[in-house]
C-alpha cells in the first residue's frame, strides 16, 4: 500500500494550493481518508478527513471554510484545496488511511511541503 501526497510548493499568503493524495497498492473502500500537517517545531495535527464510501467530511477549526477535501474513486485519489492560505499554514502535508473513524490513521503518505510567504 502505497500513499503519495504532491502539489505543495511556496505560495503568498491568499494564494490557493491544491494537494493530491494519489493511492495505490488496495482500494480504499470503507477507509477515512485523512490530510495532517506538521509545521516546524510543532507536532503533526488533523486538517481534515473524509469517508470514502459515503464523502462525509471533517475539518480542524483552523482550516473550516479555507479547506476542502474530497475523493475520486475513479483515480483512487484525495484532494485537498486549500484557498485563502496564510503564513500559519506553512507545513508539510500528510495523507493518510484509517479502518474507520475509530481506528488509528495506519496508512502514511510522504508528505508534501507548503510554504506561505507574507
Known amino acids: 500500500v502505497q500513499l503519495q501526497a504532491s502539489g505543495g510548493g511556496l505560495v503568498q499568503a491568499g494564494d490557493s494550493l491544491r494537494l493530491s493524495c494519489a493511492a495505490s497498492?488496495?482500494?480504499?473502500?470503507?477507509?477515512?481518508m485523512g490530510w495532517f500537517r506538521q509545521a516546524p517545531g510543532k507536532e503533526r495535527e488533523f486538517i481534515a478527513h473524509i469517508t470514502w464510501n459515503l464523502g462525509s467530511t471533517n475539518y480542524a477549526d483552523s482550516v473550516k471554510g479555507r479547506f476542502t477535501i474530497s475523493r475520486d474513486s475513479a483515480k483512487n485519489a484525495v484532494y485537498l484545496q486549500m484557498n485563502s492560505l496564510k503564513p500559519e499554514d506553512t507545513a508539510v502535508y500528510y495523507c493518510?488511511?484509517?479502518?474507520?473513524?475509530?481506528?488509528?490513521?495506519?496508512?502514511w503518505g510522504q508528505g508534501t511541503e507548503v510554504t506561505v510567504s507574507s
Open positions: 493518510a488511511a484509517a479502518r474507520s473513524l475509530s481506528a488509528k490513521y495506519i496508512f
Open positions: 497498492g488496495r482500494t480504499f473502500t470503507n477507509y477515512v
